[in-house]
C-alpha cells in the first residue's frame, strides 16, 4: 500500500488498515518533517491524525494510544517520551473563532496555541487536551476530564465538575 492523494484519508483515518509499522511510514511519507514518532511508539485502531501544513507534531519514545486517539494539528503538538493514552483521548491545538457575528462560525477561521505533554504522562480515557496547554511531566489526566489550562508536573487531574490538582508530592 502506497499513500496517494486520494488514499491519504485512509492512511490519516483508518491505520488500523495498515500493519503497525506501515501506518508511522504512511505518515511520514504524507507530512515528512513535519511529523515525527520516537521508538516504540506504538498506535491502536482507529487512531486519527489531522495535520495542517505548516503544523508540526512530535511523538517521544514508548509512548502508547489506545483505541480511538487522536490529534488535530494546526501549529503544534509536543508528546514527551513513555507517554500513554487511554481510548478516545482528543488532543486540539486549536478552536474556532466565533465572535464575529456578521460571519458563520465555519468562516470565520481557527486559534490556534501549542500543546505540550511531558515525559510518563497518563493521559485516561476520554480526556479532551485543548489549546495552548503544557502538562508537566509524570501528571495523570483522569478519564473524562477537559484541559483548557497548564498542568503542573507531577499532579494528578480529577474531574468533579470543575478541575481539581493535587500534587504527587
Not at 506501515?22 to 486519527?48: D, E, P, Q, Y
Not at 500513554?84 to 496555541?113: A, M, W
Request: glycine share 10%; with cysteine.
Amino acid at each position: 500500500f502506497f499513500p496517494t492523494e486520494k488514499t491519504w484519508p485512509l492512511c490519516l483515518l483508518q491505520p488500523q488498515k495498515l500493519r503497525q509499522p506501515a501506518s508511522k511510514l504512511c505518515f511520514k511519507i504524507m507530512f515528512g518533517k513535519r511529523f515525527s514518532v520516537g521508538k516504540n511508539t506504538t498506535f491502536r485502531k482507529n487512531f486519527g491524525l489531522y495535520l495542517e501544513k505548516g503544523a508540526s507534531i512530535k511523538i517521544g519514545n514508548d509512548c502508547f494510544f489506545n483505541r480511538g486517539c487522536s490529534i488535530n494539528c494546526l501549529e503544534s503538538v509536543e508528546i514527551g517520551d513513555h507517554t500513554i493514552f487511554g481510548e478516545n483521548v482528543k488532543i486540539y491545538d486549536q478552536n474556532h473563532k466565533f465572535r464575529d457575528r456578521t460571519k458563520l462560525i465555519r468562516e470565520q477561521g481557527y486559534s490556534t496555541g501549542r500543546v505540550k505533554i511531558g515525559n510518563n504522562c497518563w493521559i485516561c480515557t476520554n480526556a479532551v487536551i485543548l489549546k495552548g496547554v503544557e502538562i508537566g511531566d509524570n501528571s495523570v489526566i483522569g478519564a473524562g476530564c477537559v484541559i483548557y489550562r497548564d498542568i503542573p508536573a507531577n499532579s494528578v487531574v480529577k474531574s468533579n465538575g470543575g478541575i481539581t490538582i493535587e500534587s504527587l508530592d
